[in-house]
Structures are given as structure tokens and as C-alpha cells.
């Protein structure tokens, strides 16, 4: 008779079990395809591209020097932004003009800064094309620094095709970055910021913005297209 118990208590567990693993995929009728935060980022009329369209766009053209920003438009780099705050100047921003935090972020903070996947395929694109790659960020120049070790490895690129990174300094009221990218002879720059688009546009250069994401620590967010320039399709990540 326990037998028969223990048997009847076996299968009725079974079913239970069959029961509980068929309620968690359990999904609700579909009503609506449904929209992910990058498909958000596309609902203002501005002049969006793709990858496929800016490679396009150079075919058949002769390889070329192009440039990137690095903060918010190849890296995530806010989790060393946001603990150099807290550290240094927990109720402002005058972390950002002190020599140790930059020390820090140089050479050893990056290890928290995400690769955007937009940079990785951008890059990617243009030195399968042949293109020169170079890196031009407003980052205070340190003595020592670990940011083009980092780079080159999140975005992939060889070590003979990696130049060294340009840290074009911040100051107020002058835009340092824009001497390096005529002393280059850049044919395109990418960059988040206003700053980025207005220095391409002062040298003609083609600037093409990428959108920072909507959580990183620099705030306020900028107005991607608001120059008339390209915006990068699905590029806050």
C-alpha cells in the first residue's frame, strides 16, 4: 500500500512540476509589434544613417583619415566620470580639473568603460576600407596613459593599424581638437557633442553625430541633428 502511495504522490508531483514549468512561458497575446528604447531614439524627422549608408556613401572613394571623439561616442565611459565626481567633488564638477582624477581616468579607470557596439562597427568599417583611424578626445593629457591600450582592444583594431590617442586638453573657449583635425587632414569626424560637430563644420569636414546615452553622466543631453548634420541610426549603444 505505501508502495501505491509513494507512486500516486510521484506522478501527481510530476504534473505539478509539468504545470509550473508550462505557467512560466506562459506569454500574453500579442496586440502590437512593440518598440525597444534604440526604435524611441528614431521618431524625430532629422537626417538619420545607417553604417551600410555611410559605407556606401564612400565607395569608390580613395582610403581617407577620419576621426572619432571618445567619451559617449566609442566608449561608455561614465562609471570613471561618475566615481572621479564622487571622489573628488561630490557637489560639482571640479573634478574635471583636477590632475589626479585625470590620472586616474587615464590610466586606469577605462577598465569600466564600455566598447558602444556602434563604435566597434564604425571602426571596424573604415579599416576594412583602408582608412587612417585616429582618436582625438578633450581629455586632459596626462604623463602616462592607458587609454589607446584600452581602445584598441574594445574596438578590435590591430596593433599596427592603432594610433596613438590624441588628448586635445579643455579649455574654456577654445576648441583644441580642431588644430588636430586639420593637422590630420581628417575627411570625417564623429563625435556627440556639439562642439565635435561645430569644429568639422568650421574646417569642412564632414562631422556625423553619434547620440549619447540618455544615462550618461555628462548632462544635458545634447540636440542630435539640430545642425542638420547626419545622426547615426540606433547609436546611444
Do not use: C
Request: aromatic share 10%; hydrophobic share 40%; charged share 25%.
Amino acid at each position: 500500500m505505501r508502495k501505491i502511495t509513494l507512486a500516486f504522490s510521484a506522478i501527481a508531483l510530476a504534473f505539478s512540476l509539468n504545470s509550473m514549468s508550462q505557467a512560466k512561458v506562459f506569454m500574453p497575446e500579442q496586440v502590437d509589434p512593440g518598440v525597444t528604447t534604440a526604435d524611441l531614439a528614431q521618431r524625430q524627422a532629422v537626417h538619420w544613417v545607417s553604417v551600410e549608408q555611410i559605407e556606401k556613401s564612400l565607395k569608390n572613394q580613395p582610403a581617407m583619415a577620419v576621426g572619432f571623439d571618445i567619451d559617449d561616442t566609442v566608449l561608455f565611459s561614465s562609471p570613471g566620470f561618475y566615481r572621479g565626481k564622487l571622489e573628488y567633488s561630490p557637489n560639482d564638477n571640479s573634478y574635471l580639473k583636477n590632475p589626479e582624477f585625470w590620472n586616474k581616468m587615464n590610466n586606469e579607470w577605462d577598465q569600466f568603460s564600455m566598447p558602444k557596439q556602434i563604435g566597434i562597427e564604425l571602426v571596424q568599417m573604415h579599416l576594412k576600407r583602408g582608412d587612417d583611424v585616429y582618436f582625438i578626445t578633450g581629455r586632459t593629457k596626462t604623463k602616462t596613459e592607458n587609454v589607446t591600450k584600452y581602445l584598441q582592444e574594445d574596438l578590435h583594431i590591430p596593433a599596427d593599424k592603432m594610433n596613438a590617442v590624441i588628448f586635445a586638453g579643455d579649455e574654456p573657449g577654445k576648441n583644441n581638437k580642431i588644430s588636430w583635425m586639420s593637422d590630420h587632414k581628417l575627411k570625417i569626424y564623429y563625435g556627440d557633442a556639439d562642439a565635435d560637430i561645430s569644429a568639422a563644420r568650421e574646417l569642412n569636414i564632414r562631422g556625423i553625430r553619434i547620440l549619447r546615452a540618455s544615462n550618461s553622466s555628462y548632462q544635458p543631453l545634447p540636440k542630435a541633428g539640430r545642425f542638420g548634420e547626419e545622426v547615426v541610426i540606433k547609436s546611444e549603444y
